[in-house]
Nanobody
C-alpha cells in the first residue's frame, strides 16, 4: 500500500520559516519524481516545487529564492524548506509522487502565515 505522509505544517508569522516533510512508503521511492503542491481556499492546486530522481529541481516563480526542495533516499523522505514566508503562502500543502502514468497524493498539511 502506497502512503505519502506530510508533516511540519503550522502557524507562522510573516518572515518566518517552516520545513515540511513527506515520508513515502510502498513505492520504490528512488525512481519517483516528488512534488510539493499547494491549494489555497477558492484557488486551484498549484505546483510549488519538484525534484526528480536525479535531483533536478524546479520551482514556481512565486517561491524561487525562498523555498528549497531536497530528498533523503535513506529515509525515503522529501523536504520543503520554506523561508521568508508570506501571507500568500497560506494553503494546504500536498506531496505528490509520480512516475509515468502512476501518481500518488498525501493527505496534506496546513500552512498558515499570519501575524
Amino acid at each position: 500500500q502506497v502512503q505519502l505522509v506530510e508533516s511540519g505544517g503550522g502557524l507562522v508569522q510573516p518572515g518566518g520559516s517552516l520545513r515540511l516533510s513527506c515520508a513515502a512508503s510502498g513505492i520504490i521511492f528512488t525512481i519517483y519524481t516528488i512534488g510539493w503542491y499547494r491549494q489555497a481556499p477558492g484557488k486551484q492546486r498549484e505546483l510549488v516545487a519538484e525534484i526528480t530522481r536525479t535531483l533536478v529541481t524546479d520551482y514556481a516563480d512565486s517561491v524561487k529564492g525562498r523555498f528549497t526542495i531536497s530528498r533523503d533516499y535513506a529515509k525515503n523522505t522529501v523536504y520543503l524548506q520554506m523561508n521568508n514566508l508570506k501571507p500568500e503562502d497560506t494553503a494546504v500543502y500536498y506531496c505528490n509522487a509520480y512516475l509515468g502514468s502512476r501518481g500518488y497524493w498525501g493527505q496534506g498539511t496546513q500552512v498558515t502565515v499570519s501575524s
